[in-house]
C-alpha cells in the first residue's frame, strides 16, 4: 500500500506542535486522507517515509523505510547495497533475497513466504509484522539487523534518522580505508590526482636567489684575514644559472677559485633531459683535482627516481654540525654529527647513477661541502631502459688538461644493468683513451654485486650484503696497474671490508662498525682499523672509536670517547678525551659548555688540554640568528696565542614581478619558490582579469618548503624548494571569512623552476544562495512541508543542485555562480506522493557581488492531486 510522502511529514510536525500545543494540525491531518488511505491504514498502519541512514565510517544517504508503532523497517536490498553487502534478489519474487555477509562462506537468506532470515545455517523465525513485502522491497525490522547480522540500527523517530554501527569491518569500510591508504601513499610519492597542472615556464632572464657569508680573523703575531662569499641565482635564455664568487684577503683573486654553471633542463624529453655549461661535476676514474670547466649532456632525469634498497654510508666532519645528504643534486635528508664528528646516512640505491654529496654547515656560520662525488658502486636501471652522460672540458690546472669522458648504461634485466664508455685525460701519461666496462647485479634481495674495468689503469669490485637483521658487510677490492698515472695514487692493491649493524634494545639504541682497510704499495704494505660504536644510553649522546694503523714499525692505537649531557637550564655538557695505548697515558681531555641564552642566542665555553704538545686552549663563543642573518662571535686563547673572530651569513630572495625582497637565513641559490595569490574570479573564466580584486586568509600546504604568509597580505610565497620537482599543493577553499567564497580546485600539481618564485594565481568563486519555503496548500491553510527535495536548474535547464526542506519546509542553498536560474519540487517525489505544485519552475537570479549575493524569497506550493485548490 502506498501512502502519501506529505502524510508522514505532517504527522512529524503534529507530533512536534502538538506538545507546544497545537491541536488544529489534527483536522488537517484527517481532511488530507483519503477513503482508500484510512481503510489500508486501518489494517496496516505503515507509513513510508524518507530517513537519514548515517554510519560513523561511510557517512550518510537519504534511504526510503516504513515506520510502524514509531519502529525503523529497512529496505534489505537498498541498505546492504550501502553497505556493500552481497544480495540478489530473486528475479519475479524480491520477497526473496539470497546473499552472503562479507564472506561468501557466510550465506544469507531472507524469505518473507516463510517469514525467517536462513544464516550460516541457523534459522531465524520472525514474525509477520517483523518482515514487510511492500511496493516490491523486502523491508526488516532494523533491531533484527543487529540481533542478527551484528550491525546495532539506531532510529529515531523524532528527527528521522537511523545510525548503524558495527564492530564488523564491512566491505564498503575496508574499500574506504583502501582508498585512503592508497591516497596516503600517492601523497607521498607525489602523484596524487590534481585539479589543475602548471608545467614550467621560459623565461629569458630573472634574477631570484642570494646568498652571502663574511668572516673576519685576527690573531695577535699575524695580520688579520677577511674571507667572503657571494651566491647569485637566476635564469637566463630557460636555464639555471649560478655564480659563486670567493674572495680571501691573504690570496688574490682567481677564476679557478670561482664556480659558474648554466644548466637546461626538460625532464620531459626522453633524448636530452640536461645540458650544462661552464663548472661541471663528472664521475671520473681519474683523479680531478682542479676543477673542470666544460660542457655535459645527459637523458638523466633530476627527479628522485624510485628506490628499491638503502646502502649505509657514514663520515666524519667537526663535531655537532649539521650535515645535509644530496643524492643527484636533490636533497635527500640531513642530521647532525655527534660529539666526535661522526654521522651515517641510510643512502636510497636509486636508479640510475646515484651521485652523493654533503654539505656542512657548523654552529658558528661555516659552510663547507664535499667538491668530491661520493659514487655508490651500484647502477640499476630498469629493464630495457638505456641512460647516457657526455662531459667534455678544459681542467683549471697548470698545463690546461683536456677531458672527456662519455658513459652509456642499460638495464639488461630487472636485477642485471651493463654499462661502458670512455674516458680521456691529456695530462695522464701516454694521452690515450680509456675505455671502460662496468656491471651491476642484484643476488636475491640481499646481495649486490658490481664490477669495473677501466682499461690500463684499474680494475674494482664490490659485494654488498645485508641481513634481514639489518647486519650489513661491504667489500671492495681494487688492483691499479703499476704503470698508471690517472689516479694519484701509488697504490697496487686495496682491500676494504666494512661490518655495520644497529644496535637497539631497552636501554641503548645506537650503531656500529668495524673497518678494516688494507693497502699494498711497491715497497711497502699498510693496514689500519677502526671501531666505532655510537649511540644514546639513558639520554646521554655517546661515541667510542678504537683507531689503529699497522705498517712495517710498531703500530699505532688509540681510543678516543665522547660524551654530552644534557645538564639542568638547558646546559648541553660535552666531554672528551683522547688515549694512546702505545705510551699508555691520556693524550688530549676536552669539555664544553652551550647553552641557548635567549630564543635565538646561544653561547658556549671549552676548555682543551694537549698532553703532547702541553697546549691549553680556552673558547668563548656566542652566535644569534636574526630572521635576515646569522652573526657569531668567539676568542680562542692557545697558551700565547689570541685568535678573534666574528662572522655573518644569510641571503634573501626576490620576487621580480612583485618586486618583494625577503631576506633569511636559509640555503637559497638553486632552490624554488611559489608565490600563490587568490583573487575573485568574477566572471569564472580562470583567469585574473582587470577589476578582480586579490583576497586574504587562503590557507596553503605543502609537504616542504617554508610557508610565509599572513592574513593581511594576499600572497603566500613557498621557498627553499627543489627545482624540477613536481610538488602537490593542497588549498584550504573553507579558510576565507566569506562563507560565499570558494575555491573549486583545491589540488595543484605544479613544476618547480629554478632560481625564481612561480606565480600561482588561484581564482576564487563567489557564490550565491537560494533560499525559501516549501509549502503545503489546504484550501486557505499553509503549512511548511518537511523532507521534500528541491531541484535548481540554470538557464539551459540542467540541473545543477538539490537540497532538502527542513521539518517546518524551509530550504536553503549556497553554491550558485552568478547567472539565471530555477527552482521546482523534484518530479519523482511528486509523483511518488501524489502531489503537484501550483506555482511550478520559479525563476530567480544571482547576480555579481564581491560578498556574494543571495535570493531568499522563494515559495513553493504543493497540493494534493485529489485536493483541489479550494
Not at 680571501?248 to 683573486?253: K, Y
Not at 654510508?313 to 660529539?339: M, R
Not at 589540488?747 to 606565480?759: C, E, G, S
Amino acid at each position: 500500500m502506498r501512502i502519501p510522502f506529505a502524510f508522514f511529514t505532517i504527522t512529524f510536525n503534529w507530533r512536534r506542535h502538538f506538545l507546544n500545543g497545537g491541536l488544529s494540525i489534527v483536522l488537517l491531518i484527517t481532511s488530507v486522507l483519503s477513503p482508500n488511505l484510512s481503510s489500508a491504514q486501518a489494517e496496516t498502519n505503515y507509513d513510508e517515509v524518507m530517513i537519514t541512514l548515517s554510519e560513523s565510517q561511510l557517512g550518510a544517504v537519504e534511504i526510503p523505510a516504513i515506520v510502524y508503532n514509531e519502529q525503523a523497517y529497512l529496505p534489505v536490498k537498498e541498505f546492504f547495497d550501502f553497505l556493500e553487502i552481497k544480495n540478489d534478489p530473486i528475479q519475479q519474487d524480491s520477497a526473496l533475497i539470497n546473499g552472503f555477509f562479507i564472506s561468501p562462506n557466510a550465506p544469507f537468506q531472507i524469505d518473507k513466504r516463510r517469514n525467517q532470515i536462513l544464516y550460516n545455517n541457523f534459522v531465524f523465525k520472525l514474525d509477520p509484522t517483523d518482515l514487510i513485502f511492500f511496493d516490491n522491497n523486502l523491508f526488516l525490522k532494523a533491531e533484527y539487523f543487529g540481533k542478527i547480522f551484528g550491525i546495532q540500527c539506531d532510529f529515531s523517530f523524532r528527527s528521522l534518522t537511523l545510525n548503524a554501527s558495527t564492530k564488523i569491518e564491512l566491505p564498503a569500510a575496508r574499500r574506504k580505508r583502501q582508498e585512503e591508504m592508497r591516497g596516503n601513499i600517492s601523497k607521498l610519492k607525489s602523484d596524487r590526482k590534481a585539479d589543475t597542472v602548471i608545467q614550467r615556464e621560459f623565461s629569458m632572464f630573472r634574477v631570484g636567489m642570494t646568498d652571502w657569508q663574511i668572516t673576519a680573523l685576527q690573531q695577535n703575531n699575524s695580520q688579520s684575514n677577511i674571507r667572503a662569499n657571494l651566491d647569485l641565482g637566476g635564469i637566463i635564455a630557460g636555464g639555471e644559472a649560478n655564480i659563486y664568487l670567493n674572495y680571501n684577503s691573504n690570496t688574490p683573486f682567481k677564476l679557478r677559485n670561482q664556480f659558474y654553471n648554466w644548466r637546461y633542463v626538460n625532464n620531459d624529453n626522453q633524448i636530452l633531459r640536461q645540458a650544462s655549461l661552464g663548472r661541471v661535476f663528472s664521475a671520473s676514474t681519474s683523479s680531478l683535482i682542479a676543477p673542470l670547466n666544460g660542457i655535459q649532456f645527459s637523458n638523466t632525469p633530476t627527479y628522485y627516481k624510485k628506490s628499491f634498497a638503502t646502502y649505509t654510508i657514514s663520515n666524519t666532519t667537526e663535531p655537532n654540525w649539521i650535515v645535509e645528504l644530496y643524492v643527484n643534486n636533490v636533497l635527500i635528508n640531513y642530521t647532525k654529527a655527534d660529539a666526535a664528528g661522526y654521522f651515517s646516512f641510510e643512502v636510497p640505491i636509486i636508479y640510475g647513477t646515484s651521485m652523493i654529496k654533503f654539505r656542512y654547515y657548523g654552529p658558528w656560520g661555516e659552510e663547507r661541502s664535499s667538491e668530491q662525488n661520493i659514487t655508490i658502486p651500484f647502477t640499476f636501471l630498469p629493464e630495457n631502459q638505456f641512460e647516457y652522460s657526455v662531459t667534455a672540458g678544459i681542467i683549471s690546472d697548470i698545463g690546461n688538461s683536456k677531458f672527456s669522458r662519455a658513459n652509456l648504461n642499460y638495464g639488461l634485466s630487472k636485477r642485471i644493468t651493463i654499462g661502458s664508455g670512455i674516458e680521456y685525460l691529456s695530462s695522464v701519461q701516454g694521452g690515450k683513451p680509456m675505455p671502460f666496462v662496468n656491471a651491476s647485479l642484484r643476488l636475491g634481495a640481499d646481495v649486490i654485486f658490481s664490477a669495473e674495468h677501466t682499461s690500463g689503469v684499474v680494475s674494482k669490485a664490490n659485494i654488498n650484503y645485508r641481513l634481514p637483521n639489518n647486519i650489513q658487510f661491504d667489500f671492495n677490492y681494487a688492483k691499479y696497474s703499476r704503470n698508471q698515472t690517472a689516479v694519484q695514487l701509488s697504490y697496487l692493491e686495496e682491500r676494504k671490508a666494512i661490518i655495520s649493524m644497529p644496535i637497539r634494545s631497552k636501554r641503548f639504541n645506537g650503531f656500529t662498525r668495524l673497518t678494516i682497510d688494507d693497502v699494498t704499495l711497491p715497497k711497502s704494505k699498510f693496514t689500519t682499523a677502526e671501531f666505532l660504536l655510537g649511540g644514546v644510553f639513558a639520554g646521554i649522546s655517546s661515541n667510542f672509536i678504537t683507531y689503529a694503523a699497522f705498517t712495517n714499525s710498531q703500530p699505532v692505537i688509540f681510543s678516543k670517547l665522547s660524551l654530552t649531557y644534557r645538564l639542568p637550564k638547558g646546559i648541553r655538557f660535552t666531554p672528551q678525551a683522547q688515549y694512546e695505548y702505545n705510551e699508555k697515558y691520556f693524550s688530549m681531555f676536552r669539555t664544553e659548555l652551550e647553552k641557548q641564552v635567549s630564543r635565538n642566542g646561544f653561547m658556549n665555553i671549552s676548555y682543551e688540554r694537549n698532553m703532547i704538545s702541553k697546549i691549553n686552549t680556552f673558547l668563548l663563543g656566542f652566535r644569534y640568528n636574526f630572521s635576515f642573518a646569522q652573526v657569531a662571535f668567539s676568542a680562542r686563547q692557545s697558551n700565547q696565542l689570541t685568535v678573534l673572530s666574528q662572522s655573518a651569513s644569510g641571503g634573501g630572495v626576490y620576487d621580480d614581478r612583485g618586486h618583494y625582497f625577503s631576506p633569511n637565513i636559509q640555503k637559497n641559490v638553486g632552490r624554488a619558490g611559489f608565490m600563490i595569490i587568490p583573487f575573485l574570479d568574477y566572471n569564472n573564466n580562470g583567469q585574473k582579469d582587470k577589476g578582480e580584486p586579490e583576497v586574504t586568509g587562503l590557507i596553503v600546504r605543502l609537504p616542504s618548503g617554508r610557508i610565509d604568509g599572513n592574513q593581511k597580505s594576499a600572497v603566500t610565497r613557498v621557498s627553499g624548494l627543489e627545482p624540477y620537482n613536481k610538488y602537490t599543493i593542497d588549498l584550504d577553499g573553507n579558510s576565507f571569512e566569506n562563507p560565499a567564497w570558494k575555491i573549486h580546485n583545491k589540488v595543484i600539481n605544479v613544476t618547480a623552476d629554478p632560481n625564481t618564485f612561480k606565480l600561482i594565481e588561484v581564482p576564487v568563486s563567489v557564490e550565491g544562495e537560494v533560499a525559501g519555503t516549501v509549502y503545503l496548500k489546504k484550501g486557505k491553510i499553509k503549512s511548511g512541508l518537511g523532507r521534500m527535495i528541491v531541484n535548481i536548474y540554470n538557464s539551459n535547464h540542467q540541473l545543477v543542485a538539490k537540497t532538502l526542506t527542513e521539518p517546518d519546509g524551509y530550504f536553503n542553498y549556497l553554491g550558485l555562480l552568478p547567472g539565471d536560474y530555477t527552482v521546482s519540487i523534484d518530479e519523482n517525489q511528486l509523483l511518488k506522493t501524489n502531489m503537484k505544485i501550483e506555482n511550478p519552475n520559479i525563476p530567480f537570479t544571482i547576480q555579481v557581488k564581491k560578498e556574494g549575493d543571495i535570493f531568499d524569497s522563494v515559495e513553493i506550493i504543493v497540493v494534493g492531486v485529489n485536493a483541489g485548490n479550494d
